[in-house]
């Protein structure tokens, strides 16, 4: 995986299987050259790539339920896209 080109890791959450527990192992405790940025009483981190305002991370920890609540693989792959592609856009609006 590299971090730093095009490529999203998308985290497909199956209840039941440790995946609130992983997820969240994933945006807090994994060591990156630009950790999640978690802050306290927040559900949700912000994980962008080195130098960037783009996500890395595509899970309910980094963007929520953008595709809806425990989205399916099928629900994933026609969601993410478009949401990926809204959230950048917005972040290149907001004055750096």
């Known amino acids: 995986f590299d971090m730093k080109g095009e490529d ?37 981190c912000t994980c962008y790539r080195p130098n960037r305002r783009e996500t890395w991370l595509f899970s309910r920890f980094s963007t929520g339920w953008s595709c809806g609540l425990h989205a399916d693989w099928t629900e994933l792959t026609n969601c993410v896209p478009g949401v990926l592609d809204r959230r950048e856009s917005a972040a290149a609006k907001t004055p750096r």
């Open 8 to 44: 999203v890791i998308v985290f497909l959450h199956i209840q039941k299987t440790g995946g609130t527990t992983f997820g969240r192992h994933l945006v807090q405790n994994v060591r990156l050259e630009v950790p999640c940025d978690c802050r306290p009483g927040q559900k949700k």
